[in-house]
T-cell receptor
Framework: KNQVEQSPQSLIILEGKNCTLQCNYTVSPFSNLRWYKQDTGRGPVSLTIMTFSENTKSNGRYTATLDADTKQSSLHITASQLSDSASYICVVSGPPGGSYIPTFGRGTSLIVHP | NAGVTQTPKFQVLKTGQSMTLQCAQDMNHEYMSWYRQDPGMGLRLIHYSVGAGITDQGEVPNGYNVSRSTTEDFPLRLLSAAPSQTSVYFC??????????????FGPGTRLTVT
């Protein structure tokens, strides 16, 4: 069964610090891996999308990396801000011709304190 | 360009009642889907559609029906509400091709409570 495991489950950091969130997956082969940010009470919003051939993708202070060999991805947040407090979700889509159903991780809850 | 819209934002139902959650998108995406999100569970797929007239079941379809008569609209019907269906429901749309789902755009969610 395809799985996406995220760690840590929750994280508390001080404003201005950097942090890294992890995503391990078993979906193989896959077509793309996406990171979403979900603020409390809102729908998820896309941060990055990477195909299997990409190693890194940035979106402002957010940088996602992908190692398809080890089936790991990370999301690095630089110089955190209070507005970064949210849940971050990793999603993996299967190969072309396969199921349309992507596999979602349960998310990492990030709290940024002043 | 409104993106993905959902109505209502909040709803309280009594056990056994039926209702329809509305979802619409104006991005001409072929792929639309419904998820429910429960604490500690992450997003779980209920039903999805790869185009008008085509729907399929996701991971947790029991108790829900969908139809897709137009590209824009994808309503979710609860046939006979149960307390286990208390959840936050998200509709999403995306470009998809050959079974691959690309960037998904999510609606703001509907918070449903069944008493």
């Amino acid at each position: 069964k395809n799985q996406v495991e995220q760690s840590p489950q929750s994280l508390i950091i001080l404003e201005g610090k950097n942090c890294t969130l992890q995503c391990n997956y078993t979906v193989s082969p896959f077509s793309n891996l996406r990171w979403y940010k979900q603020d409390t009470g809102r729908g998820p919003v896309s941060l990055t999308i990477m195909t299997f051939s990409e190693n890194t993708k940035s979106n402002g202070r957010y940088t996602a990396t992908l190692d398809a060999d080890t089936k790991q991805s990370s999301l690095h947040i630089t110089a955190s801000q209070l507005s970064d407090s949210a849940s971050y979700i990793c999603v993996v889509s299967g190969p072309p011709g396969g199921s349309y159903i992507p596999t979602f991780g349960r998310g990492t809850s990030l709290i940024v304190h002043p | 360009n409104a993106g993905v819209t959902q109505t209502p934002k909040f709803q309280v139902l009594k056990t056994g009642q039926s209702m329809t959650l509305q979802c619409a998108q104006d991005m001409n995406h072929e792929y639309m889907s419904w998820y429910r999100q429960d604490p500690g569970m992450g997003l779980r797929l209920i039903h999805y559609s790869v185009g008008a007239g085509i729907t399929d079941q996701g991971e947790v379809p029991n108790g829900y029906n969908v139809s897709r008569s137009t590209t824009e609209d994808f309503p979710l019907r609860l046939l006979s509400a149960a307390p286990s269906q208390t959840s936050v429901y998200f509709c999403a749309s995306s470009y998809s091709k050959s079974g691959v789902t690309y960037e998904q755009y999510f609606g703001p969610g509907t918070r449903l409570t069944v008493t």
